[in-house]
């Protein structure tokens, strides 16, 4: 049972009747950090997820996976935070008066010491869960993306949008072009370091806006910047129904233009479109 809201508490029901081992476990997804202890003789488990996204939770017995289930945990509309070193990120406001830009609330941040533009603090804005239909076989995404920092600080201006499959994640990379040797590009089970790969076309000024266009194709992705196709890649599994996006910025990051479309071109998600480009 999943209750609403970020952040967002889990009740998991479960019998381990006649199973043999010396401890169980739930997880809340691949990651072993997210994995806490429960009882043999019990039956039920809450478990509190602070970031939204599509997850397969675990039932563990010693190392063994009982049973993977699937979870989404939504949020309403865009929403934003900062990453933290625990599992807790501190929620951001969007700000609502800055028309056609999706951003963090500039107000809020100063009252509540959060300097971000310094380039030390990592920003996310997540829409999960609001779309229907859309499969990394056959999508189209594109928006535009732009990073202020203060001088001199943050320079690599680091940058990621992310699709949230069901089954996998594709994420895709940005930075001034100095820095592309540590970009890590992400499709599906396919990982493409910048250190051993050439990525130095996804090393852009990201000072200024860049429209930035991805579409998929039966497992090939195609990534255009300002219309121009820069970079392709292909890869086997795949991570089935898109359910959300991320974008992820070291520093103040703004979007605008957001749109996804599914095949044949019909609109899935469209927000923040500016009324001139």
Not at 209 to 234: A, C, F
Request: charged share 20%; proline share 4%.
């Amino acid at each position: 049972m999943v209750s609403e809201g970020i952040p967002n508490s889990v009740v998991f029901s479960y019998l381990l009747t006649g199973v043999d081992a010396d401890s169980f476990f739930i997880q809340q997804s691949w990651d072993s950090r997210l994995r806490y202890s429960i009882s043999k003789n019990g039956s039920e488990f809450t478990s509190i997820y602070y970031y939204p996204g599509h997850f397969w939770s675990k039932l563990i017995a010693d190392e063994t996976v009982l049973r993977e289930h699937a979870l989404v945990i939504p949020t309403d509309g865009w929403m934003a935070l900062i990453e933290q070193d625990g599992p807790i990120p501190i929620y951001v406001p969007i700000d609502q008066d800055s028309g056609d830009v999706l951003q963090a609330s500039d107000e809020w941040l100063e009252a509540n010491d959060l300097p971000i533009s310094n380039g030390q603090s990592v920003l996310s804005y997540f829409n999960v869960g609001g779309f229907r239909g859309v499969s990394d076989l056959m999508f189209s995404l594109s928006s535009d993306i732009r990073i202020e920092t203060d001088p001199g600080r943050a320079v690599c201006k680091n940058s990621q949008i992310i699709l949230i499959g069901q089954h996998g994640r594709i994420v895709i990379p940005f930075s001034i072009p100095g820095c592309t040797a540590e970009l890590n590009l992400l499709a599906s089970e396919r990982e493409i370091p910048g250190r051993n790969n050439d990525l130095s076309s996804l090393g852009i000024d990201l000072s200024m806006w860049q429209h930035i266009s991805i579409r998929g194709d039966d497992g090939l992705i195609s990534i255009s910047i300002d219309r121009q196709l820069v970079y392709e890649v292909t890869y086997e599994e795949s991570i089935g129904d898109i359910v959300g996006l991320r974008y992820r910025f070291e520093g103040k990051g703004m979007v605008r233009n957001v749109l996804l479309s599914s095949e044949e071109g019909v609109v899935a998600h469209e927000s923040y479109m500016a009324s001139n480009e």
